[in-house]
C-alpha cells in the first residue's frame, strides 16, 4: 500500500456495529462487561478506547511499525519514553533541540540522577566520545528545531545497534510523509501530533511508534499507570487531520521552497536555513533519507537583534505570530523569545541560534501572496 493510502486506510475498517466509515467518537469512560474480567476488548477508557484504538493504528500503519500508542501531548509522549530511564542511566541529544525537550530533560529528569550530553550529531566524532557504558538512549531530531540541521539517522542508529543503545527519533518536523525513522533503523518514532498530523491547530497531542518489545511493554504500562492519554474527540480530530496529510504536506513543501529562494536573495537577510539548497551541509542525507525538504525554515536578519526581529514579526499579517507549526495557516515565530526561551542564551548562540533567528511554518495559501506578506515586513523595518 502506497503512501497516500495508507493516510486513508492503514489500519481502518468500518464501524462494526453501524458501518460507519470513519471511527465514531466513543465518548465513554468505562464499558459493560460481561462477567467480572470479562469483556469485549475494553474495561476503562484511560486504559483503551475505540477511537484512540483507531488512531494508534493508523499512526503505526505510516511509520511501518507494530505497535503504536496516543498520548494527550507530544510532550507526554517524550514523558512516557524517559520513564524506561533509571538514576544513573546517561541520554545523549543534539545540542541544538527543541527547547521544550531541553526543559524536560534538564529541569524535570535531570535532577532525578539522569545524565544528559548535548553534541552535534552530525559529527560521529563527538556522538562516540560522549558514549559511555551508562548511555542508554540517544534522542534525535532531523530536521532540527529550529535550525533544519539534518542529522544521518541510518549512521547513527547504525553505531547504537552495535552497543546496544536505544535510538529515538523525534519525528514531529518531518512527519511520516516525508522521513519514516524506523525504515532508516531507528528504535521508536516519537511525534507532536499537534502539528502536520493534526494539521489543523486545533487539537493537541503526541504518540509513540515502534516495534520494540521494551518499549511496546513500556508505554502500554505508562498509559495505565500514569494516565496521560487524549480525549477520544482529540483522537476524532487527529484521525480526520491525517486523511489529508499528503496533500498538506506536498502543498507546504512547494511554497517553502519558493520562500527558500526569496528569503535568499533578500538583502536584509543573512542567512537561511533550508535543506532543500544545495550548499546546505546536510543536503546530500536529506535526499537521501526525506522524501522532499519539509515546510520549515528558519532565518537570520542582517541586523541580528532581538528588537528587529521583533519589528519585523509586528508587522506581517498572513503569517500569524504563534508558537507551534504543521497547520495549514502559516506561523512566524521568534525562537529566542518563544520555543527556545528555557536554553540558556551562551548555549543557543554556541550552537547557532542568533538573536534574530526567525522560523517560518508554511502553509498552504497562496505562495505569492505569502512572500508579499514578508516584502510587505522587510520595508517596515
Not at 163 to 192: C, E
Amino acid at each position: 500500500m502506497k503512501f497516500n493510502t495508507k493516510t486513508i486506510h492503514a489500519g481502518q475498517r468500518p464501524e462494526e456495529t453501524s458501518g460507519a466509515v470513519m471511527p465514531p467518537v466513543f465518548q465513554t469512560s468505562t464499558y459493560a462487561q460481561e462477567s467480572p474480567g470479562v469483556h469485549k476488548g475494553h474495561e476503562y477508557a484511560r486504559v483503551t478506547n475505540p477511537t484512540r484504538e483507531a488512531l494508534e493504528k493508523l499512526l503505526a500503519g505510516l511509520e511501518d511499525a507494530t505497535d503504536c500508542a496516543a498520548y494527550a501531548s507530544g510532550m507526554a509522549a517524550m514523558d512516557t519514553m524517559m520513564k524506561m530511564l533509571r538514576p544513573g542511566d546517561e541520554v545523549v541529544s543534539t545540542n541544538d533541540l527543541y527547547g521544550g525537550s531541553y526543559r524536560l530533560f534538564t529541569q524535570v529528569y535531570a535532577p532525578f540522577g539522569i545524565k544528559f550530553h548535548f553534541v552535534d550529531l552530525r559529527d560521529l566524532a563527538q556522538l562516540e566520545a560522549a558514549v559511555n557504558q551508562n548511555t542508554k538512549m540517544i534522542w534525535i531530531e532531523s530536521p532540527t528545531n529550529p535550525l533544519l540541521n539534518i542529522v544521518d539517522i541510518n549512521a547513527i542508529t547504525t553505531f547504537a545497534r552495535t552497543r546496544k543503545i536505544l535510538t529515538v527519533v523525534d519525528n514531529t518536523f518531518a512527519s511520516p510523509y516525508l522521513q519514516q525513522p524506523l525504515n532508516l533503523g531507528a528504535d521508536v518514532v516519537v511525534h507532536s501530533t499537534t502539528k502536520y498530523l493534526g494539521g489543523h491547530s486545533d487539537v493537541i497531542g503526541g504518540a509513540i511508534c515502534t516495534s520494540h518489545p521494551a518499549v511496546i511493554e513500556n508505554m502500554r504500562f505508562q498509559t495505565k499507570a500514569s494516565g496521560a492519554v487524549p480525549g477520544p474527540m482529540d483522537c476524532y480530530l487527529t484521525l480526520r487531520g491525517i486523511k489529508t496529510l499528503a496533500v498538506r504536506m506536498q502543498r507546504a513543501c512547494e511554497n517553502t521552497l519558493a520562500i527558500a529562494h526569496y528569503l535568499r536573495s533578500h538583502k536584509g537577510v543573512l542567512k537561511v536555513n533550508y535543506p532543500g539548497f544545495s550548499d546546505h551541509p546536510g543536503h546530500e542525507i536529506a535526499k537521501r533519507q526525506m522524501k522532499d525538504f519539509g515546510a520549515m525554515l528558519s532565518f537570520t536578519l542582517r541586523d541580528d537583534s532581538v528588537e528587529t526581529a521583533h519589528k519585523f514579526m509586528s508587522n506581517t499579517h498572513i503569517f500569524t505570530l504563534a508558537e507551534s507549526l504543521g497547520g495549514v495557516e502559516s506561523l512566524i515565530s521568534h525562537p529566542v523569545s518563544m520555543t527556545h526561551g528555557s536554553i540558556p542564551r551562551e548555549v543557543r548562540l554556541k550552537s547557532g541560534l542568533n538573536d534574530s533567528l526567525i522560523r517560518l511554518s508554511v502553509g498552504i495559501e497562496d505562495v505569492d501572496d505569502l512572500i508579499a506578506d514578508l516584502d510587505l515586513a522587510f520595508r517596515k523595518i
